[in-house]
T-cell receptor, first 115, second 117 residues
Framework: GNSVTQMEGPVTLSEEAFLTINCTYT??????LFWYVQYPGEGLQLLLK?????DKGSNKGFEATYRKETTSFHLEKGSVQVSDSAVYFC??????????????FGTGTRLTIIP | GAGVSQSPSNKVTEKGKDVELRCDPI?????LYWYRQSLGQGLEFLIY????????KSGLPSDRFSAERTGGSVSTLTIQRTQQEDSAVYLC???????????????FGEGSWLTVV
């Protein structure tokens, strides 16, 4: 079946540090890949997505590139801010057929940025 | 409203009682999902609706859990004879037809926090 493995947390960084959160996946077919973010006290919201190999999703200074050869979708940001403190979830949606529209999530990575 | 709306936002119930959780998806969204988020368990898929039918209910953990959707809009998740292990945040989400399969964005509500005492 489909699965997503993401970097264990928690991760603590200083402001302006470089961020990488690793995400790898297992899927048959051609999944779409997503990063969702959950800020403290808020609901899940889409951060970025990529729907085919070599696509790069980007938003709010975050980027992730869909790498089919390494089955990865690592999240990066060049300079993090305190406001980026949140839980980040990597997810995939199987592209094969009707009825497979759900998102399969990783376990989440809690990120804390200290000033 | 503009987003996915869930009610109640918080519910405390006694073990053995039944609870109903409601989800009002974004207008026009035909795909609707229920997930459960437990401490230390991540996000667990429960059921998916396309219109009023549920082609994927593989995540419902037991026959105490059921869900329905009427009029292609509002959905209700019912938990019968609640147990303490049912305590979690129940998240509803919606998207346009095909959901994540076509890379469509799936929008989440703020969740219903259920505590079984």
């Amino acid at each position: 079946g489909n699965s997503v493995t993401q970097m264990e947390g928690p991760v603590t960084l200083s402001e302006e540090a470089f961020l990488t959160i690793n995400c790898t996946y297992t899927a048959t077919g051609y999944p779409s890949l997503f990063w969702y973010v959950q800020y403290p006290g808020e609901g899940l919201q889409l951060l970025l997505k990529a729907t085919k190999a070599d696509d790069k999703g980007s938003n709010k200074g975050f980027e992730a590139t869909y790498r089919k050869e390494t089955t990865s979708f690592h999240l990066e940001k060049g300079s993090v801010q305190v406001s980026d403190s949140a839980v980040y979830f990597c997810a995939l949606s199987d592209g094969r057929s009707f009825g497979n529209e759900k998102l399969t999530f990783g376990t989440g990575t809690r990120l804390t940025i200290i000033p | 409203g503009a987003g996915v709306s869930q009610s109640p936002s918080n519910k405390v119930t006694e073990k053995g009682k039944d609870v109903e959780l409601r989800c009002d998806p974004i207008s026009g969204h035909t795909a609707l999902y229920w997930y459960r988020q437990s401490l230390g368990q991540g996000l667990e898929f429960l059921i998916y609706f396309q219109g009023n039918s549920a082609p994927d209910k593989s995540g419902l953990p037991s026959d105490r859990f059921s869900a329905e959707r009427t009029g292609g809009s509002v959905s209700t998740l019912t938990i019968q004879r609640t147990q303490q292990e049912d305590s979690a945040v129940y998240l509803c989400a919606s998207s346009s037809e095909g959901g994540g399969r076509f890379g469509n964005t799936i929008y989440f509500g703020e969740g219903s926090w259920l505590t079984v005492v």
